[in-house]
């Protein structure tokens, strides 16, 4: 069956690092764009990177662009979204997902079909 199971969340200081993983079963995950959202309480959830799996081509929101590096390890069947000099509003929820698509096309949040549970990442003032 489908699962994605998230790691790597935890308690950092503002400008510390993190790396999260997503480690995909039942499907090859190179065969589909995938990405990662998150989510703060009382907030939207948000896309925050994602990766095509035609040719790797990167798409990163504003807020993240320079400091979080997505990438995937096919032997691994893992996802890992590297985050530097983390900020208080980078804490959240970080959820990866897979979309139903691959290619140019298929990044919105409604075109992702399975979800992981999500791992907390929290960033002290």
């Known amino acids: 069956q489908v699962q994605l199971v998230e790691s790597g969340g935890g308690l950092v200081q503002p400008g510390g690092s993190l790396r999260l993983s997503c480690t995909a079963s039942?499907?090859?995950?190179?065969?589909?764009?995938i990405g990662w959202f998150r989510q703060a309480p009382g907030k939207e959830r948000e896309r925050v990177s994602c990766i095509s799996s035609t040719d790797d081509t990167t798409w990163y929101t504003e807020s993240v662009k320079g400091r979080f590096t997505i990438s995937r390890d096919d032997a691994k069947n893992t996802l890992y979204l590297q985050m530097n000099s983390l900020k208080p509003g980078d804490a959240a929820v970080y959820y990866c997902?897979?979309?139903?698509?691959?290619?140019?096309?298929?990044?919105?949040?409604?075109?992702?079909?399975?979800w992981g549970r999500g791992t907390q990442v929290t960033v002290s003032s």
């Open positions: 997902a897979k979309s139903r698509y691959s290619g140019s096309a298929g990044y919105s949040r409604n075109d992702h079909d399975y």
């Open positions: 039942g499907f090859t995950l190179d065969y589909y764009n």
